[in-house]
């Protein structure tokens, strides 16, 4: 009798559904069962049909929007036609990771959940959602239901093995040693052999913070000489960093790979979904420095793996228990809290030394970063508000954000390959209120560009800052457009005399944002860090339509979620 097989689907931005994916299918893995893993959009869907046990984890990205790696899925599963027993042949549960603070968090798997059932699936073990706001967190929910789902794929399983035993890598790597070598020293030369990607030139690289300001924000304009770039307002540009030539040969000479980083190397087995496609030199050397996240915070999946490279008995059991999911607080006081990264946790446990082979499955791909475009649309150049990730941890230790540095090191002329994505978010041509605290300002700044240009000059700007002189972003350009009253600006600096909120200012404007909202028809559009700000933001709207109106708490929060639906309040949070 074969082994049950299973499937397990993700769609994720920012690699957590892909983290609990990897996690989950090491685990069926040991359950003996046939186990596949991939990306929503990279699976065959003609192989759904071949398919029994589905399992799909998927987060929520935007106005309730399927993630990137999803967005052909979910087109397929939207066509017109499909029978609604083409999937009656599959069982299936889905888990989702959700936000509280966006209003529509967790809409992803629940629409995919139902789009199932209506194609016939049933469910095999209760679905799941999680909420990032809550004390449990996203591995809190994901725990309990993990369990549950194990329970009952366990009696499928014929044979479990030995969680001790060393499973063969997933994707393996095989270094060429008898081929020439390769030179990839050339970081920015070789990153250019990335192939489907648009190649810009660096127009300029500009600091617009104050020079005595603690937080360095660019100004970051690329140009694409081809005159062939298409975007407007909300789209976003993705940059495909490299990771630092000093950071790679580290990790290079602590696991003893002198002898081999520089020959040529093939994967042995499937090609691990990379964005923005392979360089074309790629040794071990030219793959940590492209394409590996060696910088990233380790995840589970890292420890369920590296226990087994480890000769030293306390360190491989310090390995071995950051991998349970029961021990998640003390992974996180020892990796989240102080930022700890993939390469210090290798060069800190001495006896950990990984097999090259398993380089893919132990340490995740560089995500390309996505930028909210600051500019007009215009086919020949794009600009970028890009704030620098640079601080010192709880350990004293200072830290630098993979993509960030890379922008930071960018001089002008400097050739490097981008790829421009757009966004399903649409503006009326009506009033337009604005709320962009800090780097939020990127997109409105391209959304008032272009409405000057087509004339549309019913805009209230809200911003958010530290100090008018120090980092009021583009606060010149704002200025000059309310003295010509091209646009009415509402600035709150939080350290400057008179501290403010943005979230105080829209109180302090209620009549104006009510009679806007409410008998005007203005679309409300909120740009800028999630977390705490956009629950202020909504709770503040939420009163005032309250106090104005005088109903209740419920009925505004109704009133909003209308509002939301109709596209006339729109939240872009990261």
Same mark, same amino acid.
């Given at each position: 009798?074969?082994?049950?097989?299973?499937?397990?689907?993700?769609?994720?931005?920012?690699?957590?559904?892909?983290?609990?994916?990897?996690?989950?299918?090491?685990?069926?893995?040991?359950?003996?069962?046939?186990?596949?893993?991939?990306?929503?959009?990279?699976?065959?869907?003609?192989?759904?049909?071949?398919?029994?046990?589905?399992?799909?984890?998927?987060?929520?990205?935007?106005?309730?929007?399927?993630?990137?790696?999803?967005?052909?899925?979910?087109?397929?599963?939207?066509?017109?036609?499909?029978?609604?027993?083409?999937?009656? %042949?599959?069982?299936?549960?889905?888990?989702?990771?959700?936000?509280? #603070?966006?209003?529509?968090?967790?809409?992803?798997?629940?629409?995919?959940?139902?789009?199932?059932?209506?194609?016939?699936?049933?469910?095999? =073990?209760?679905?799941?959602?999680?909420?990032?706001?809550?004390?449990?967190?996203?591995?809190?929910?994901?725990?309990?239901?993990?369990?549950? $789902?194990?329970?009952?794929?366990?009696?499928?399983?014929?044979?479990?093995? +030995?969680?001790?035993? &060393?499973?063969?890598?997933?994707?393996?790597?095989?270094?060429?040693? =008898?081929?020439?070598?390769?030179?990839?020293? %050339?970081?920015?030369?070789?990153?250019?052999?990335?192939?489907? $990607?648009? *190649?810009?030139? /660096?127009?300029?690289?500009?600091?617009?913070?104050?020079?005595?300001?603690?937080?360095?924000?660019?100004?970051?304009?690329?140009?694409?000489?081809?005159?062939?770039?298409?975007?407007?307002?909300?789209?976003?540009?993705?940059?495909?960093?490299?990771? @630092?030539?000093?950071?790679?040969?580290?990790?290079?000479?602590?696991?003893?790979?002198?002898?081999?980083?520089?020959?040529?190397?093939?994967?042995?087995?499937?090609?691990? *979904?990379?964005?923005?496609?392979?360089?074309?030199? $790629?040794?071990?050397?030219?793959?940590?420095?492209? %394409?590996? +996240?060696?910088? =990233?915070?380790?995840?589970?999946?890292?420890?369920? /793996?590296?226990?087994?490279?480890?000769? @030293?008995?306390?360190?491989?059991?310090? &390995?071995?228990?950051?991998?349970?999911?029961?021990?998640?607080?003390?992974?996180? @006081?020892?990796?989240?809290?102080?930022?700890?990264?993939?390469?210090?946790?290798?060069?800190?446990?001495?006896?950990?030394?990984?097999?090259?082979?398993?380089?893919?499955?132990?340490?995740? *791909?560089?995500?390309?970063?996505?930028?909210?475009?600051?500019?007009?649309?215009?086919?020949?150049?794009?600009?970028?508000?890009?704030? /620098?990730?640079?601080?010192?941890?709880?350990?004293?230790?200072?830290?630098?954000?993979?993509?960030?540095?890379?922008?930071?090191?960018?001089?002008?002329?400097?050739?490097?390959?981008?790829?421009? %994505?757009?966004?399903?978010?649409?503006?009326? #041509?009506?009033?337009?209120?604005?709320?962009?605290?800090?780097?939020?300002?990127?997109?409105?700044?391209?959304?008032?560009?272009?409405?000057?240009?087509?004339?549309?000059?019913?805009?209230?700007?809200?911003?958010?800052?530290?100090?008018? +002189?120090?980092?009021?972003?583009?606060?010149?350009?704002?200025? =000059? &457009?309310?003295?010509?009253?091209?646009?009415? $600006?509402?600035? #709150?600096?939080?350290?400057?005399?008179?501290?403010?909120?943005?979230?105080?200012?829209?109180?302090?404007?209620?009549?104006?944002?009510?009679?806007?909202?409410?008998?005007?028809?203005? *679309?409300?559009?909120?740009?800028?860090?999630?977390?705490?700000?956009?629950?202020?933001?909504?709770?503040?709207?939420?009163? /005032?339509?309250?106090?104005?109106?005088?109903?209740?708490?419920?009925?505004?929060?109704?009133?909003?979620?209308?509002?939301?639906?109709?596209?006339?309040?729109?939240?872009?949070?990261?």
């Amino acid at each position: 009798m074969g082994h049950p097989s299973i499937t397990i689907l993700y769609g994720s931005e920012t690699g957590n559904s892909q983290e609990f994916a990897q996690v989950l299918g090491r685990k069926c893995l040991y359950l003996s069962l046939n186990t596949v893993v991939s990306s929503l959009d990279n699976f065959d869907l003609k192989r759904l049909l071949d398919v029994k046990l589905l399992v799909v984890i998927c987060s929520t990205t935007g106005q309730g929007d399927i993630p990137r790696n999803g967005k052909k899925f979910w087109k397929f599963m939207l066509r017109k036609g499909l029978p609604s027993d083409l999937l009656s %042949h599959l069982s299936f549960t889905t888990f989702g990771l959700g936000d509280s #603070s966006y209003a529509k968090f967790n809409y992803a798997i629940r629409k995919i959940h139902k789009r199932l059932i209506q194609l016939g699936a049933h469910e095999f =073990s209760d679905r799941a959602e999680s909420d990032e706001q809550s004390p449990e967190g996203n591995e809190g929910y994901y725990a309990e239901w993990e369990r549950l $789902l194990l329970e009952k794929i366990k009696k499928l399983s014929h044979h479990e093995i +030995d969680p001790n035993t &060393l499973l063969p890598p997933m994707n393996g790597i095989v270094p060429q040693t =008898s081929k020439f070598k390769k030179i990839t020293d %050339h970081v920015k030369e070789v990153a250019l052999t990335r192939s489907n $990607l648009v *190649t810009g030139i /660096i127009g300029a690289n500009e600091r617009i913070t104050s020079p005595d300001h603690f937080q360095d924000v660019k100004r970051l304009v690329i140009k694409d000489p081809s005159n062939s770039l298409e975007y407007k307002p909300g789209d976003t540009v993705a940059l495909y960093p490299s990771n @630092d030539p000093k950071d790679v040969e580290s990790l290079i000479e602590d696991q003893d790979w002198q002898n081999i980083a520089d020959f040529p190397l093939i994967i042995d087995g499937p090609t691990p *979904t990379i964005e923005g496609g392979l360089v074309k030199k $790629l040794t071990l050397r030219s793959l940590l420095t492209h %394409h590996l +996240d060696i910088i =990233s915070i380790p995840r589970r999946s890292f420890f369920m /793996i590296a226990h087994h490279f480890s000769t @030293d008995e306390r360190e491989r059991e310090k &390995l071995y228990e950051f991998s349970l999911i029961e021990n998640i607080d003390a992974l996180y @006081d020892y990796a989240n809290r102080p930022r700890r990264s993939i390469l210090e946790t290798i060069l800190e446990f001495h006896s950990l030394h990984i097999p090259v082979q398993y380089v893919f499955d132990l340490i995740p *791909t560089i995500k390309p970063r996505l930028f909210s475009i600051s500019s007009n649309p215009s086919p020949s150049t794009v600009e970028l508000t890009v704030a /620098i990730v640079e601080y010192r941890t709880i350990i004293k230790r200072l830290r630098k954000g993979v993509c960030t540095r890379w922008v930071k090191e960018l001089e002008e002329n400097d050739r490097i390959k981008f790829s421009v %994505h757009p966004n399903n978010v649409k503006f009326s #041509s009506g009033p337009l209120i604005m709320v962009a605290p800090g780097t939020g300002i990127a997109p409105v700044k391209s959304i008032i560009e272009q409405r000057l240009q087509l004339g549309l000059q019913d805009m209230y700007l809200f911003t958010g800052n530290r100090f008018h +002189d120090k980092d009021f972003l583009y606060g010149d350009l704002w200025e =000059s &457009l309310a003295s010509m009253s091209q646009l009415q $600006l509402f600035p #709150s600096f939080s350290r400057d005399e008179k501290k403010s909120y943005v979230q105080d200012t829209l109180y302090a404007q209620s009549n104006l944002i009510f009679d806007l909202i409410y008998n005007k028809n203005a *679309t409300f559009y909120l740009c800028g860090s999630s977390g705490k700000m956009p629950i202020q933001v909504r709770i503040t709207i939420e009163t /005032i339509l309250e106090d104005h109106l005088g109903i209740s708490n419920e009925e505004s929060k109704s009133l909003c979620l209308e509002l939301e639906n109709k596209g006339r309040y729109i939240q872009e949070t990261w």
